[in-house]
């Protein structure tokens, strides 16, 4: 079945570092992937999205690419802040699963000190 | 325009305790959605409801069951609470032809 894997945590970065997130992942149709965020105490956000191949996703200094050859979304950022400190999940989306529903990775914690 | 909500947000119960999770959306969305939260586990999903009078399972419907009162609320009971239950509890919604779910901001349960 399908299946997202993203590296493990925690990140430890000092402001202003570069920051990756490595995801990768298995579908058997052509998902839409996601990149979704989740600060201390809340639920879930949509930080950025792709539909198909090649499509960047981005939003607040954050960016994806959707890589079909490699099948990877990898997530950057250039410069990060202490307020990007968050727990990191990487999704997909596949028409062909029941419902729709997404299938997350594990999570990836990142901490940014100042 | 409130999005998702979820009720309560923390309880805790003894096992075989029950109790039943409220979530509403406001976004007139066809789909929801029950996720559980584990530890070093991601979100999987307990049981889904395409449209309003469907619910189907996902990968872990063991020990709940779901009810699609109405297009706007989408509840989670837990007949016999255990241990194994405890966990962050996630609704989410989607659009008609789109991908993108939105979540509400959970229930933080506790079985003991």
């Known amino acids: 079945g399908d299946s997202v894997t993203q590296m493990e945590g925690p990140v430890t970065l000092s402001e202003e570092a570069f920051l990756t997130i490595n995801c990768t992942y298995t579908?058997?149709?052509?998902?839409?992937l996601f990149w979704y965020v989740q600060y201390p105490g809340e639920g879930l956000q949509l930080l950025l999205k792709?539909?198909?191949?090649?499509d960047k996703g981005s939003n607040k200094g954050f960016e994806a690419t959707y890589r079909k050859e490699t099948t990877s979304f990898h997530l950057e950022k250039g410069s990060v802040q202490v307020s990007d400190s968050a727990v990191y999940f990487c999704?997909?989306?596949?028409?062909?699963?029941?419902?729709?529903?997404?299938?997350f990775g594990k999570g990836t914690t990142l901490s940014v000190s100042s | 325009n409130a999005g998702v909500t979820q009720t309560p947000k923390f309880q805790v119960l003894k096992t075989g305790q029950s109790m039943t999770l409220q979530c509403a959306q406001d976004?007139?969305?066809?789909?929801m959605y029950w996720y559980r939260q584990d530890p070093g586990m991601g979100l999987r999903l307990i049981y889904y409801?395409?449209?309003?009078?469907?619910?189907d399972k996902g990968e872990v419907p063991n020990g709940y069951n779901v009810s699609r009162l109405n297009k706007r609320e989408f509840s989670l009971r837990l007949e016999s609470a255990a241990p194994s239950q405890t966990s962050v509890y996630f609704c989410?919604?989607?659009?008609?032809?789109?991908?993108?779910?939105?979540f509400g901001p959970g229930t933080r349960l506790t079985v003991t």
């Open positions: 409801s395409a449209s309003e009078g469907t619910t």
């Open positions: 999704a997909l989306s596949d028409r062909d699963q029941a419902g729709t529903a997404l299938i």
């Open positions: 579908a058997t149709g052509y998902p839409s």
């Open positions: 792709a539909t198909k191949a090649d």
């Open positions: 976004m007139n969305h066809n789909s």
């Open positions: 989410a919604s989607r659009q008609p032809g789109r991908t993108v779910q939105y």
